[in-house]
C-alpha cells in the first residue's frame, strides 16, 4: 500500500498536480515616434513622456527618433508596426507623408495617438493638439500692442521667422498672426524668412535680415529657439535693444523660453503644452478599458507668458 501511494504521488507530480503558478503579469509595449529629438520642446517631450512611463511598471515604452526626415520617420514606422505595439503616439515631421503610414498602423489595429501636429487625413484613433491659429493671434495682438507702446500707435516693422513650410503648426501660427496684422496698415511684416524651428538657423537667417533691414521693430518667431537665435544675431550686432522678440513653446527649465522672458532676452513667449502626459492619459484608458471611447480630438489650453507672470510659470512648468 506504502508502494502504490508513493506511486501515486510520483505519478501526480509528474502530470503537473502541484499547484498552478499565477500568470504573467501584463505588459504594455509603447512606441512614440518622435519627428527630431534635436529640438528642444521635442526633448522636452521626450523626457517628461520617459518619467511618466516609468512610474508604471507593466510599460514598455520606446522611442524613435527621426532627424526631422519624413523617409527616416516612416520606415520607423513601419518597423514598429510589425513589433505590433499596444499604443503608438507619433509627433508628424510633416501632415501629408506621414498620412499614409500612419493609416497602416489604424488598419494593423494599433491604437494610434497623433501629437500635436496634424495630418491631411485623420488616420488617427485620436489627435491631442493646442490651438495654433489662437496662438498666433495672440502674439499678433502682443506684438500689435507693443508697437503701440512703442511707437505711440500700432506702427512698425516686424520679422517673422518662420517653423518647417507646411506643418500644422507653421500655417496657423502665420495665419492667426496676420490676421491680426491685416487690421492695421502701418504694421508691416518686412521680411519673412524660414528656419525649420532650430536656434542656429534662426540666427543665420536673422544676421541676413539685419543686412538688409536697418530698420526693425519687432521679430516674431514660431518658437522659443528661432526667436532666441534672432536675438543672439540682433546682439552680435548690437542691435537687439531697438527691437522686441516674440516666441512660441514656454518651456520650463533653465534653458526654455520661460527662463529667456524672466531674462529680458524675449518679451513674451506662448505656452504650448507638451501634450505627452494628455497622451499617456489617454492611452492609459485605451490600453486598460476596452469600453474606452477616447473622442477623436483634444484640444489644450494655451496662455502668454510676459515678465508679469514668468516666475509663476516658470516654478509650475520647470518640475512637470
Known amino acids: 500500500m ?27 509595449f509603447v512606441a512614440f515616434s518622435q519627428c527630431n529629438n534635436a529640438e528642444p520642446y521635442r526633448s522636452a517631450q521626450n523626457e517628461l513622456l520617459t518619467r511618466i512611463c516609468a512610474k508604471k511598471p507593466d510599460i514598455k515604452l520606446t522611442i ?8 527616416k520617420q516612416i520606415a520607423q514606422i513601419e518597423t514598429l508596426i510589425l513589433q505590433k505595439p499596444d499604443l503608438l ?19 494593423a489595429g494599433i491604437p494610434t495617438i497623433c501629437l500635436e501636429r496634424d495630418i491631411a487625413e485623420p488616420n488617427y484613433t485620436t489627435y491631442i493638439a493646442c490651438d495654433n491659429r489662437a496662438i498666433g493671434k495672440m502674439a499678433g495682438q502682443f506684438i500689435v500692442d507693443q508697437l503701440s507702446k512703442k511707437n505711440g500707435k500700432p506702427k512698425g ?22 490676421e491680426v496684422f491685416a487690421q492695421y496698415p502701418d504694421v508691416k511684416v518686412v521680411h519673412e524668412a524660414v528656419a525649420d524651428w532650430l536656434q542656429a538657423k534662426g540666427r543665420e537667417r536673422m544676421l541676413e535680415i539685419l543686412r538688409a533691414q536697418p530698420e526693425i521693430d519687432a521679430v516674431y518667431g514660431h518658437n522659443d529657439p528661432m526667436a532666441v537665435g534672432a536675438y543672439l544675431a540682433a546682439q552680435e550686432l548690437g542691435r537687439e535693444k531697438s527691437m522686441f522678440f516674440v516666441g512660441v513653446d514656454g518651456l520650463g527649465g533653465p534653458a526654455g523660453g520661460i527662463k529667456k522672458v524672466m531674462d529680458g532676452v524675449l518679451a513674451a513667449t506662448f505656452y504650448y503644452p507638451l501634450a505627452v502626459d494628455m497622451a499617456m ?21 494655451t496662455e502668454i507668458i510676459t515678465p508679469d507672470n514668468a516666475q509663476k510659470m516658470y516654478d509650475r512648468l520647470t518640475f512637470q
Open 2 to 28: 506504502r508502494n502504490y501511494l508513493a506511486l501515486a504521488g510520483l505519478v501526480c507530480l509528474l502530470a503537473g498536480c502541484s499547484k498552478p503558478s499565477a500568470p504573467a503579469a501584463k505588459t504594455y
Open 157 to 178: 516693422k516686424i520679422v517673422e521667422i518662420r517653423g518647417l513650410l507646411g506643418v500644422e503648426g507653421e500655417i496657423n501660427r502665420y495665419g492667426g498672426a496676420h
Open 89 to 107: 503616439i507619433v509627433a508628424p515631421n510633416e501632415r501629408a507623408p506621414l498620412t499614409a503610414v500612419m493609416g497602416k498602423a489604424v488598419a
Open 64 to 71: 524613435t527618433d527621426g532627424q526631422q526626415d519624413n523617409s
Open 281 to 301: 492619459e489617454i492611452g492609459d484608458k485605451i490600453l486598460r478599458d476596452p469600453n474606452f471611447k477616447p473622442l477623436k480630438k483634444y484640444m489644450l489650453p
